[in-house]
């Protein structure tokens, strides 16, 4: 028994995964170099990883289940936290 991921499942799990990525290497620039505008955009990142799980989850493993209140939370969390640090912290 064979599992087979369809083309959107694929593309969903890609976003996961690069967005997971950039927040790693993001994280690991600000603990090197201790530049406030990496750490809040790792922050910006968390988020936006949590989002493409959610979207991951919302269209292939629960399609029953409405989950677009957490990923759009998750989203303007996420840009929230990008613009904090934009704006008063650098």
Known sequence: MSATFSTP?????????????CLVLLARGYMQTRVKLLLWSALCFVGLTLNNLFLF??????????????????????????????????
């Open 9 to 21: 499942a694929l593309v969903y799990l890609l976003c996961i995964i690069s967005s997971t990525i």
């Open 57 to 90: 989850l919302d269209v292939i493993v629960f399609p029953d289940v409405y989950l677009m209140p957490m990923r759009i939370l998750t989203t303007a969390l996420a840009l929230v936290v990008l613009l904090y640090g934009f704006i008063w912290v650098t």
